[in-house]
């Protein structure tokens, strides 16, 4: 269970620390005080998404910490190795600094936020007002049905042999396809590789040309060049008749003194580099002439290579990987139906495990809607519908919402069924569509039979309820209350609310207050003795102003609630 949450620089909140029980835990306060931040903040601390506005202004960290005592013989696998040696408690930090950064810890231990998530589901279930309205939302029912069921490993069994059917169908659309403009297609990929093959495209062609163009067009410049390079090397009075005297006049000094050797060995290798330019400078302008027919065949296939590349992807190495792809193309062409009945072959193995496990969903469905209509009218009894019918109906999906069909039957990504819930809460009413007839109150009440029976079926230590009053009120009320304090003993439950019929229930109360301090805005959370609950719950009775004759009602509510 939660024993001990912290919260600090967290929107409004700038400290606050609250020690949770068993039991039934209630958070009252007025609109706008801070209840939801608090849950926001444990939202977070169990891997909810991180954001830079929830740090206090002019802070520049947010810190939420909490302490989860585990109960029971046994941790599950989960969390039993996360334990604190020795110990059976779990300590997770949660630090979101600028720019929405985030830094999490287990026992001290970094984690990642899909840990953290992992964990949260572990240890908390969180029921918002949200969760209410998706019960008007037919598609939600689906779900709620296979959860309960605890269908999580079979849907995606099912989901990945869906997916391998899917892809082959949009395969076989495409080959079906390609099959029927096969005549087309192979003239077109025919026609592009005898171009490409009479191309005669190399790798890097197009640059060489371009060097050997830019060569040929100054070839008159160049082999000058070389020429006039050549007689200042090795003219008359030129530099390596130069670099020769100067060696042949250091020769006799460098053996008086060793310091000359060096300089003497460079102005030798100078001569011998000097000596080997020139005779390539020589080679290069003998070499070097004007040849306008060879520059006018670089010109025409520097022509033809642009018109290819631009044709064909901008690159030599587009236009030769097109030419691969034609080449594969008229093979897949010419041996298509051969390809098409192997796809085929494959498709129908495909439908037929997509069908095979379709119909273990379905069964296992119908079971689990029987028994969740037995259950759930239990539940809906002991919250004061003695007569409520619920029931969740099957039926097939029709083909319109499918987009595979196995053995005549309409199959989506969660299967070959469609589930809505239908109700009566009266004797004698036939149950019709619940999103259509049920009222704010029957909504609550039935959201909470539903999250009790998954609280069971999962095992979670603490539940948390998160203003999910809206629309109830008097007697509906204190029932719901009365629900949630026999739920509270066998899980840990926290509950925000605004109705005092179900804060009189609680085995502790806090009050989350809104109050200005040097020159801003505090939240901060109070527990409550017995007298101060007393006029909490006058005050969610009848306003600011509390009288005596509020406080009598609410020590009454207090006095009913606990006998």
Not at 31 to 37: C, Q
């Amino acid at each position: 269970m939660l024993a001990e949450l912290r919260i600090r620089n967290f929107a409004i909140i700038e400290e606050a620390a609250i020690s949770f029980g068993a039991g039934l835990n209630v958070l009252s306060g007025e609109t706008g005080a801070g209840k939801t931040i608090i849950m926001n903040a444990l939202a977070l601390l169990l891997g909810g998404r991180a954001s830079p506005d929830v740090v206090r202004i002019d802070q520049k960290e947010a810190l939420v910490e909490a302490m989860f005592e585990l109960d029971g013989e046994a941790p599950p696998p989960e969390l039993a190795e996360l334990c604190a040696e020795g110990g059976r408690e779990l300590l997770i930090r949660r630090a979101i600094g600028e720019g929405g950064r985030s830094r999490a810890t287990i026992n001290d231990e970094l984690a990642t936020v899909a840990k953290l998530a992992r964990i949260g589901a572990a240890l908390v279930q969180i029921y918002g007002q949200h969760e209410q309205q998706a019960l008007l939302r037919i598609e939600a029912h689906l779900p709620i049905l296979d959860g309960y069921a605890g269908l999580e490993a079979m849907l995606a069994t099912y989901r990945e042999a869906y997916d391998r059917a899917d892809e082959i169908r949009v395969r076989l659309a495409d080959l079906e396809r390609r099959e029927r403009e096969r005549s087309q297609l192979l003239e077109l990929a025919r026609f592009q590789l005898a171009e490409l093959e009479r191309a005669g495209l190399a790798p890097g062609e197009d640059e060489e040309l371009a060097a050997a163009r830019t060569i040929l067009v100054n070839a008159v410049r160049l082999s000058t060049a070389a020429a006039e390079a050549f007689e200042l090397l090795y003219g008359d009075g030129a530099a390596l008749d130069a670099a020769g005297r100067a060696a042949n006049r250091l020769n006799e000094p460098a053996a008086l003194d060793p310091a000359l050797a060096q300089p003497l060995e460079m102005i030798a290798a100078a001569r011998a580099n000097l000596e080997e330019a020139a005779h390539t400078l020589r080679g290069y302008a003998d070499r070097i002439e004007a040849d306008p027919a060879r520059l006018e065949q670089v010109e025409t296939r520097i022509q033809e290579l642009q018109r290819i590349k631009r044709k064909y992807g901008g690159s030599i190495e587009s236009a030769l990987a097109a030419l691969d792809k034609a080449r594969a193309e008229i093979a897949e062409l010419e041996s298509i139906g051969e390809s098409k009945s192997a796809l085929d072959r494959e498709m129908a193995h495909a439908l037929a495990r997509v069908a095979e496990l379709g119909r273990e969903l379905s069964t296992r469905r119908n079971q689990a809607a029987r028994e969740l209509k037995r259950r759930m009218e239990v539940e809906l009894k002991s919250l004061g519908m003695r007569n409520a019918v619920f029931e969740a109906r099957i039926a097939e999906l029709p083909q319109s919402d499918a987009t595979l069909i196995a053995e005549d039957r309409a199959m989506g990504a969660a299967g070959c069924d469609t589930v809505e819930f239908y109700f009566s809460p009266n004797l004698g009413q036939p149950p019709m569509a619940l999103a259509r007839i049920a009222s704010g109150g029957e909504l609550s009440r039935v959201m909470l039979a539903l999250k009790r029976l998954e609280a069971q079926r999962r095992g979670v230590a603490t539940i948390i309820f998160d203003e999910v009053d809206a629309g109830i009120g008097g007697a509906v009320a204190e029932v719901v209350g009365r629900k949630l304090k026999e739920l509270a003993r066998y899980h840990q439950v926290l509950c925000i609310t605004h109705l005092p019929q179900i804060a009189a229930f609680a085995d502790r109360h806090f009050v989350v207050e809104k109050i200005q301090r040097r020159g801003a805005t505090h939240s901060r959370v109070a527990a409550l003795d017995r007298s101060q609950r007393a006029g909490e719950l006058a005050r969610m009775i009848g306003g600011a102003e509390v009288t005596d004759t509020l406080l009598r009602a609410a020590k009454e509510l207090l006095t009913r609630a606990q006998a």
